[in-house]
């Protein structure tokens, strides 16, 4: 962080740092863009990253600082301020707030109310995903939403199941997510007869898993999310992360590669040919912002100069031409 910026945030940290300050993108809907809000649990952090859960994220370290209402209130007159020219085009808002957005401690109803507020007053914004962990998936949660939303917008709910297999997921990410548990998020959703949607987090190359066994991990995940799609009734999205080596991960994985672009291609490739063989509508979208996180800044950005376009040309059209 530079110094000027330490300063803005010891004075306003309602305005965002650059890092988390995302650009709009494309996906498949049209315009997406991510507005990141301060968490308001203690130190402004995850609760699961207090607990040391999840050794990938150091996105729940927060902002060092714990949000207040009135801050968020603050931060999203800044996103309508910053983002006037563009906002009013978006089809797709992104809700995070460096933890779950559904979770009262973390986000207050206050908070989620504006936001919403403001998403349903766009009249070209079609859907809202939000960040949570499954356990705040619940009536009440859902409810709320979609209370506040127009009709004729989808709510969506982004889950970072990250991987199928409990061994990688609990034991070697230490996120404990159990899946009877991610079932029961599903079955809530499901019963919003496909006016809420889920967007499931898949994270490419997790810490044991490299090449062959990787490309095929991702593809397992995209099959348990359609899975439970079709059995919940609930239309399912992907959020596909390539892993890089976060703080917390280096110390634990200090030998676990970043993912290999290649493979992460070919893993594309056969998530869409699965989704097709289902005729299945579900879209995936590529995420490559690390809100900084990366500690490979300079592989990163090579990386990027060389395939950004073509994820970006592919999350808009969901067309693997863009990945050969
Ligand atoms: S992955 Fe999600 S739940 Fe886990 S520490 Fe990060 S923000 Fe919190």
Known sequence: ????????????????????????????????????????????????????????????AGEGVKFTPEMNKERLNFFRRHYRGVLGSMA???????????????????????????????????????????????????????????KNQQARVILGIESQNDRIRIKKLNKTMKRENIAKAFEAVGRYKGKIGMDINILFQPPELVGEDAIKESVETLKYGLNLGKRHKVPVDFNFHPYYPSKRSKKIYPNHPRADFQDSKKALLRMKAEIEGRRSDAKIFIGWQDERHDQQQRIRIKELEKEMENFDNFNAAQDVKFLN
Do not use: W
Request: glycine share 6%; proline share 3%.
């Open 92 to 150: 797709h808002l992104v809700i995070y707030n460096s933890g779950s957005t559904l979770n009262k401690a973390e986000m207050s109803r206050q908070t989620l109310g504006d936001i919403i507020e403001h998403a349903s007053s766009l009249k070209k914004c079609k859907i809202v995903s939000f960040d949570s962990r499954e356990m705040y998936v619940t009536e009440d949660s859902l409810d709320y939403i979609i209370g506040k939303l127009r």
């Open 1 to 60: 962080m530079h110094i000027s910026e330490e300063k803005t945030m010891a004075h306003k940290p309602a305005i965002p740092k650059t890092s988390i300050l995302f650009e709009p993108v494309r996906d498949a809907y049209g315009k997406r863009l991510a507005l990141v809000f301060g968490n308001e649990f203690k130190n402004g952090k995850c609760p699961f990253y207090i607990k040391n859960q999840c050794y990938h994220c150091d996105i729940g």
